[in-house]
């Protein structure tokens, strides 16, 4: 979804508890932008992600 946009992010997978507490994801698989947490417990649609990585489009 990423290259079909050409959106340079950087994604990063984290396991460690105490980090993901410190976005307060009780449920996984946790979504973080921009240091907040857009999405918990589900996986989000590609339109969702979109919107979160460029907003305004």
Known sequence: MVA???LQ???EKVTD???MM???IM???GLVVDDTLVAAGR???E???FGWL???V
């Open 54 to 56: 460029k907003p305004g």
């Open 17 to 19: 508890y105490a980090q």
């Open 43 to 45: 996986i989000p649609s």
């Open 22 to 24: 410190r976005w307060n």
């Open 4 to 6: 079909d946009h050409s």
């Open 27 to 29: 449920r996984t698989p």
């Open 47 to 49: 339109s969702e992600i």
């Open 9 to 11: 992010v950087e994604v």
